[in-house]
């Protein structure tokens, strides 16, 4: 996802997503390309990237935060509950409490957006579910959910068009960001699981999707990348 493609010195509209170091013609400053630990591309200034850099060392493996979830999905809840209702069976005079509705709303996007083949969007909202699960300590729910979110970003999930016969994958292969890996490690870690039993894990998890949203990139090649990009991180961490 691109956040902006605008010099932060002077506004320079570089039209494109910058290498990971480029000069600014118009103002002549450097500036640097980084994702941020939700995984959006952007454009910052040296002190921005150092401070990015070190919130990925930092490696806070709950993020984004519970309550900016609960942010987030506030208007759709306002916006559908009635709807909410139904998918609950609740009768219109029973309390729903916030948990129970935050998963409904969610559950009920989510099945939007495959409907609508915006897969960007989909792989969002699965992302969101992660500190939701890790907050009542589903370790492993959360894994699974975590790896499946690792898989759509390699597979470049995005927001395709239904009617218009648009796919929602990309056709180049995406990049499994750092942040879901190193929430990746310290989940298994938690649940006491290996660095082979997560690969392991995986592959399960991407077959699910591969079948289910027809993804592009075969669960053993995506397996592959996924292994090596795991390493790379893992070195990070322990450095
Ligand atoms: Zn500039």
Known sequence: MIETTH?????????RVVKSKTKCKQCGDFVYKRTTLDGKHVVVTEKERDRIDAEHKKAPWISPKTKDVYHRYFVLLEYNKKRIRKILKKPFWAKINDKEAIWAAIKHYKTQCIKEWHYGLYRNAVSDTIPLLLEDKKFSKALDVCLSVCYM??????????KAQ?????????????????????????????????????????????LKLKAPIEPAKSQEHFSQRLLEVKKEITQ
């Open 153 to 162: 970003d390699h597979c470049n999930a995005s927001n395709g068009n239904i």
């Open 166 to 210: 648009l796919s929602p994958w990309l056709k180049k292969n995406g990049e499994i960001v750092t942040h879901h890996l190193t929430q990746a490690i310290y989940i298994a870690d938690e649940i006491g699981l290996s660095y082979e039993e997560l690969i392991h894990r995986y592959r399960d998890v991407s077959e699910g999707i591969w």
């Open 7 to 15: 010099c932060p010195y002077c506004g320079n509209d570089f039209k």
